[in-house]
């Protein structure tokens, strides 16, 4: 009333307030920071391996008493920058040398291709039962049971993707083996025409002694025709199959319970909808 009387209609809007301070404040903010560093184990505190919500509000009770409950602190975690997700693995470190040459050599020997010639980078990926179970839409309350088969039966897709023309070729097998790599580099072989140029990375079944006896004798009328490299140890991100192998399970091989064949069927569908 007396903002009114001084200031008329202008004054009945409401002024900026300080509200009430955060529980969490700025040194509570820096021992959450330090903590998601560490692990409770590191802090003898519990046996555990990663840090929750109501471990944490725990601890701020202990060490600073701060008494705040866990979604307080899930609050204070989002406005510091973090989320609730999953790590990521993480490879062993690569040799960068050996990195540099390879990856050289690979550039290079495409960069000398003539038109006679197809360059596939091939790769194999496990298709399993039972996958990982990710994230999915549900009703609250509804969480879905998805049930685990007596075994967790798989199969593998061996594939090859045509760098230059874009084409994706993709067998079916059991496992991943050197005889069975051999018999679908023979259908590679039947598929295509003129000089190939066959990159791939350095999994057991690609460097074995059986594979280079096979690349020196069964095939030695054929080496006219098949150039192979290998790509870095432990560089997924070196060979463009392994995208599609991810996009591909993240499509069709998560949180549903098929049958091996209807899984192969689903896959088969994603490859021959691809542009």
């Known amino acids: ?19 009430r301070s955060r529980k969490i404040d700025e040194e509570a903010e ?29 601890h701020l009770k202990e060490e600073l008493d701060v008494d705040v409950r866990p979604e307080t602190v899930r ?13 990521r693995r993480k490879l062993p470190p690569t040799d960068g040398e050996e990195y540099q040459r390879r990856m050289s050599e690979v550039v290079e020997a495409i ?34 049971a998805v049930d685990v088969p007596p075994t967790n039966e798989d199969f ?9 023309e874009g084409g994706v070729f993709t067998e079916r097998y059991p496992k991943e083996i050197s005889e069975l790599a051999f018999s679908f580099l023979e259908s590679v072989l039947a598929r295509t025409t003129g000089r190939v140029l066959l990159v791939w990375d350095q999994a ?8 280079t006896e096979w690349m020196m004798t069964e095939w030695i ?11 870095p140890p432990r560089a997924p991100e070196t060979n463009p199959i392994e995208d599609l192998w991810r996009e591909m399970k993240r499509a069709v091989a998560a949180c549903l319970e098929r049958s091996l064949d209807r899984l192969e069927e689903a896959c088969l569908q994603f490859l021959d909808q691809l542009s």
């Open 111 to 144: 960069g000398e291709v003539g038109t006679e010639t197809t360059v596939l980078f091939e790769d194999e990926t496990e298709i399993k039962r039972f996958p990982p179970l990710r994230r999915m839409w549900q009703p609250v309350g509804q969480q879905r």
């Open 75 to 87: 609050r204070a975690l989002r406005r510091l920058g973090f989320s609730w997700t999953r790590p």
């Open 204 to 211: 057991r079944w690609h460097t074995s002694g059986m594979v």
């Open 156 to 164: 593998a897709f061996y594939g090859v993707v045509d760098v230059l």
């Open 1 to 19: 009333m007396d903002r009114f009387d001084e200031e008329g209609p202008p004054g009945l809007h409401d002024r900026e307030r300080e509200g």
């Open 221 to 231: 009328e054929k080496q006219d025709r098949l150039e192979v490299l290998l790509l």
């Open 30 to 58: 820096e021992k959450l920071k330090r903590l998601l560093k560490t692990f409770p184990l590191e802090e003898g505190k519990e046996a555990a391996s990663r840090w929750t919500a109501p471990q944490l509000a725990r």
